[in-house]
């Protein structure tokens, strides 16, 4: 089994990065697809990122789109997201996901928070204004 462990979140003022970092126990990094979702306080959880097992297929929220980097490190079993010029909207807990790997190509494909069988604890990232 896979656990997920998510760090790297803080307070930061707008305009500035992050780099969240998800650790991934287990042996069966490689064989994972990962994404990152948000929660702001009163909202629904958001898709945010998502990289496929080979790295080659990555997907973004539009709201994010040239400003957040998911990547993933399989020597490491940690999966990224860099954070640049961030805005108070981008407020919320980030939470690692991860899925076996599947036949998946599209964005809705990796969007919908039910095909996750893995979640870690979140990291709380606060950006002021």
């Known amino acids: 089994q896979v656990q997920l462990v998510e760090s790297g979140g803080g307070l930061v003022q707008a305009g500035g990065s992050l780099r969240l970092s998800c650790a991934a126990s287990?042996?069966?990094?490689?064989?994972?697809?990962f994404a990152w979702f948000r929660q702001a306080p009163g909202k629904e959880r958001e898709f945010v990122a998502s990289?496929?097992?080979?790295?080659?297929?990555?997907f973004y929220v539009d709201s994010v789109k040239g400003r957040f980097t998911i990547s993933r490190d399989n020597a490491a079993n940690t999966v990224y997201l860099q954070m640049n010029n961030l805005t108070p909207e981008d407020t919320a807990v980030y939470y690692c996901?991860?899925?076996?790997?599947?036949?998946?190509?599209?964005?809705?494909?990796?969007?919908?928070?039910?095909?996750?069988?893995?979640w870690g604890q979140g990291t709380q990232v606060t950006v002021s204004s």
């Open positions: 996901a991860a899925v076996k790997g599947g036949s998946r190509l599209y964005y809705d494909d990796y969007a919908a928070s039910t095909i996750y069988e893995r």
């Open positions: 287990g042996r069966t990094f490689n064989r994972f697809e």
């Open positions: 990289i496929s097992w080979s790295g080659g297929a990555r």
